[in-house]
């Protein structure tokens, strides 16, 4: 398999669930990155790691927790969500660090959480 | 602050040209990217500007006016797959991506 898998493909959870978010790339890409994807609002980058350390965190509530075990892996974990938390979670890798140049992001599919 | 606009919805028919804008105003300007998401599908990289001009890839082409802080990109003989989103996004002084809120293309026979 090549590219940005993510998993699951659609969420639904209540409030008070905790669940969490897969990605997996499969490019050798040194960084990966979660984005917010809302209806007719630009994208918001969330979280960036890079060579698995990470590098931003954009003032994101603490009920998203990321993960990143390896280079290959990425995950959200999510916890005591708000119904305006359901978006559209793109996870997405590049080549190169984030802050050194023009790079070309992969993106992965993305995961529809809807919170009831 | 940083923005980005283009257009949020446009409309064209099949076999016909189309020109998406984009204009924006950001601390500074390490190039531009024009990505195409079609619905529940990935974003997809089109293309990279960072000097003036106009720069063709088969059916699309993206052109970029430092000076006006503006792009556009376009697309010729319409087909019904390129029914899909459009998102515009400027590296700035930083390297960090300003999107802007994407524009959806609807594509009719």
């Known amino acids: 398999e090549t590219g940005v898998t993510q998993t699951p493909r659609h969420l639904v959870m209540g409030m008070t669930n905790k669940k969490s978010l897969k990605c997996e790339q499969h490019?050798?890409?040194?960084?990966m990155y979660w984005y917010k994807q809302s209806a007719k609002k630009p994208l918001e980058l969330m979280f960036v790691y890079s060579l698995e350390e990470r590098v931003e965190n954009n003032s994101v509530p603490s009920r998203f927790s990321p993960e990143c075990p390896n280079s290959s892996h990425l995950f959200l974990h999510l916890h005591t969500l708000q119904p305006e938390d359901s978006a559209l979670y793109l996870c997405?890798?590049?080549?190169?660090?984030?802050?050194?140049?023009?790079?070309?992001?992969?993106f992965g599919a993305g995961s529809r959480l809807t919170v009831l | 602050g940083q923005n980005i606009d283009q257009p949020t919805e446009m409309t064209a028919t099949e076999g016909a040209i189309v020109q998406i804008n984009c204009t924006y105003q950001?601390?500074?300007?390490?190039?531009l990217f024009w990505y195409q998401q079609h619905a529940g599908e990935a974003p997809t990289f089109l293309s990279y500007n960072v000097l003036d001009g106009l720069e063709e890839k088969g059916r699309f082409s993206s052109f970029l006016s430092r000076s006006k802080g503006y792009s556009y990109l376009l697309l010729k003989e319409l087909q019904m797959k390129d029914s899909a989103s459009y998102l515009c996004?400027?590296?700035?002084?930083?390297?960090?991506?300003?999107w802007g809120a994407g524009t959806k293309l609807i594509i009719k026979p």
């Open positions: 950001t601390s500074g300007f390490n190039g």
């Open positions: 997405a890798s590049s080549q190169d660090e984030p802050g050194t140049g023009a790079n070309v992001l992969t």
């Open positions: 996004a400027v590296l700035d002084s930083n390297y960090q991506l300003i």
């Open positions: 490019l050798g890409h040194n960084a």
